[in-house]
């Protein structure tokens, strides 16, 4: 399938996984290999991407697992999520591509101060291109859920 990258693993074909940035072309693998102008990854960078996404989707934190289970399907709102999602050269907990939000879980490593500053270059990296990011910590997830969904419907709106 053109624009399309197939994923062999032991099973066989897995998927067809698309390499086009549709909400910005700029963003999107080349097929040579090296860095894009505009922050784009490489096809190599973006398979690393994708097996790494797919394993953090197999090991999510309880909060992860929590937060998933009342936004897939679009249960809030009627908004499509997709969770562990790879965007640009990150991995965000959870998008919505259509709205333009990103939400992330947060553990106590992003209380360290160069993990807060890594934070706000990935935070002002997607801001950039148009998206808006809530962050939750992971204690807020799993003592507060219907106060976290409260504040992403808030968004929604």
């Known amino acids: 399938m053109p624009g399309c990258?197939?994923?062999?693993?032991?099973?066989?074909?897995?998927?067809?996984?698309?390499?086009?940035?549709?909400?910005n072309p700029y963003n999107s693998p080349s097929p040579g290999g090296r860095e894009l102008e505009g922050g784009g990854i490489s096809m190599r960078e973006s398979r690393r991407q994708i097996a790494l996404a797919r394993k953090l989707r197999r090991s999510q934190t309880d909060a992860e697992k929590g937060l998933w289970a009342r936004l897939k399907n679009k249960q809030l709102k009627g908004v499509k999520f997709?969770?562990?999602?790879p965007l640009g050269?990150?991995?965000?907990?959870?998008?919505?591509?259509?709205?333009?939000?990103?939400?992330?879980?947060?553990?106590?490593?992003?209380?360290?101060?160069e993990a807060r500053e890594r934070d706000k270059e990935r935070a002002a990296w997607f801001e950039e291109r148009g998206y808006q990011v809530l962050r939750f910590w992971n204690d807020e997830v799993l003592v507060n859920m219907e106060g976290v969904l409260e504040r992403i419907g808030e968004v929604l709106r």
């Open 5 to 23: 990258i197939t994923i062999i693993g032991n099973v066989g074909l897995l998927d067809e996984i698309p390499i086009v940035d549709h909400e």
């Open 82 to 85: 997709r969770r562990q999602q």
């Open 89 to 113: 050269s990150y991995i965000v907990d959870f998008v919505s591509f259509e709205r333009k939000i990103i939400v992330e879980v947060d553990g106590g490593q992003h209380n360290e101060r």
